[in-house]
């Protein structure tokens, strides 16, 4: 039985919502998946650092109540979040970088991924910063030193978009896609057809955990541009940095562009999109479309997401599942794990007596 151990970086929703399902489903996975979870790190800006050796109770670390620096009274622990040091002392197999998401230089996250990559450490990850930024260097940087940069969760949270379209749809010449890339949102949206205001629509999406930490970037696109940009640049072998795409996000609609688009029997859908022009250049964009009702993206509600894949020889391909909430991220961070565990290519895992 072979056993990983982990350590988190940033303990918001996610990386608390994977500490959840270790908590509750380890042993499922040592029968199932041939191994188990150890959190033997953590550290979060709020919470401080703290690292053990031979493991922390994933049980104990969500329930307790840790105030601010709460970190610094546990056995191992400091008040400060001393990410550098503990991505490169830990004794890990795996860090797990689930902080903000900077949409502009991938900052922090990025040297948190250089850190753990220099130091032979596999890195998953849900942040979107360092893949839309930097996923050619880390991706380099993960082969030199013979570990895994996963990410299979920037897009469309635990729905399989990139492993599936990689893996599965391998010659199927992808020659672009078009895309519902953002749960919060799509919620909104969905939120405001009901009558809601635009506002309250939001926080009901913070509340859900859907939202970033600042909302700001669901609601004006610039999440999706990033998702754009990792989709493209991984699928279509696109070179795109984020300022390549053009982004127009939700928060200009109104209610009565709302009530207009359901008199007229259509939808709007903030919609993600790339393609690959006639001389093999790719074109990305963001902007709210107004859909009829009977386009195929029309009918996915919520924080559910869809992209539809054009392909050169199936036709359009779609996939549609959820686009973000904690316990559908933590399943993507898991994925990787288990693409991970499939190549066998861990360095320091240990074989449990
Ligand atoms: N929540 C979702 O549905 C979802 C889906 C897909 C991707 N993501 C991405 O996953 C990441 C985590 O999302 P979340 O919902 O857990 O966010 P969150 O805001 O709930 O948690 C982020 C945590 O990271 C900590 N943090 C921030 N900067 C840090 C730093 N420099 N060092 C240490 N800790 C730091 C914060 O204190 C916070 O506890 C984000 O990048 C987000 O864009 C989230
Ligand atoms: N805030 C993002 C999280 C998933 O990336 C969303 O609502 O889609």
């Known amino acids: 039985m072979t056993v990983y151990n982990i350590a988190l970086i940033g303990f918001g929703g996610v990386n608390r919502a994977l500490a959840e399902l270790i908590a509750a489903k380890n042993q499922l996975w040592e029968r199932d998946l041939g191994f188990r979870l150890n959190i033997v790190a953590v550290s979060d800006l709020y919470l401080g650092s703290v690292i053990s050796p031979n493991g922390l109770d994933a049980r104990t670390l969500v329930e307790a109540k840790f105030e601010k620096g709460g970190f610094g009274q546990l056995s191992g622990g400091s008040a400060e979040a001393d990410n550098e040091t503990i991505i490169k002392t830990a004794p890990a197999d795996i860090v797990v970088e689930a902080t903000f998401t900077n949409p502009k230089d991938g900052e922090p996250a990025v040297s948190h991924c250089r850190w753990a990559l220099e130091t032979g450490k596999h890195v998953v990850t849900t942040n979107k910063g360092p893949v839309a930024i930097e996923a050619q260097a880390l991706k380099a940087l993960a082969k030199a030193n013979g570990v895994r940069f996963e990410y299979e969760g920037a897009v469309m949270s635990g729905t399989p978009v990139i492993r599936m379209a990689e893996k599965t749809l391998a010659g199927a010449e992808l020659k672009g896609f078009e895309g519902i890339l953002n749960g919060t949102s799509n919620f909104v949206l969905g ?163």
Not at 260 to 275: E, F, M, T
Not at 286 to 306: E, F
């Open 191 to 353: 939120r405001m057809e009901a009558g809601l205001d635009f506002a309250s629509a939001v926080k009901e999406a913070q509340e859900l955990g859907y939202a970033e930490a600042d909302p700001t970037a669901d609601v004006e696109g610039f999440d999706v541009r990033l998702k754009v940009v990792i989709l493209a640049n991984e699928l279509l072998g696109a070179s795109l940095k984020p300022e390549d795409v053009s982004c127009k996000g939700i928060s200009g609609l109104s209610p009565s562009d709302i009530e207009d688009a359901a008199q007229a029997n259509s939808r709007w859908k903030l919609i993600g999109a790339a393609v690959r022009n006639d001389d093999g250049s790719v074109t990305g964009s963001v902007a709210p479309r107004r859909l009829s009702l009977d386009h195929p993206l029309a009918g996915v509600n919520g924080a559910t997401n869809a992209v539809s894949l054009d392909t050169e020889l199936l036709g359009a391909v779609t996939i549609t599942g959820p686009g973000a909430g904690r316990i559908e991220t933590a399943y993507a961070l898991l994925s990787d794990i288990v693409a991970i565990h499939s190549t066998g290519t861990s360095p320091i895992a240990k074989e449990a007596a």
